[in-house]
């Protein structure tokens, strides 16, 4: 029985230990604004609550409309591992809003 206890506290550390407490979420979209038409590729964090792409959708789209933008689509949810190969395409949209 102690033995049993050992193996699931050793187990448990070691799922602690690699599994990061806090992992970053970031999507790429893409926006429009009328009159005349512009369009836009950006990059955002989301909230670790909205790292799915449905749920993102509803997280970005007033934040981009408050800048005056319309949401068009969520490209992708990646995490920072992906930040830095978008950033040159993003431009003033790269973490922007």
Known sequence: MRHAFHTLGFALALTLAT?????ACYADYKAKMDNPLRLHYGVIALPDTACDAGVAF???APRVAAGGWELLEVMSIFDDTGLDGRRG???QFYLRF
């Open 58 to 60: 509803g997280v970005i």
């Open 19 to 23: 599994t990061p407490l806090h992992a």
């Open 89 to 91: 395409d993003a431009g």
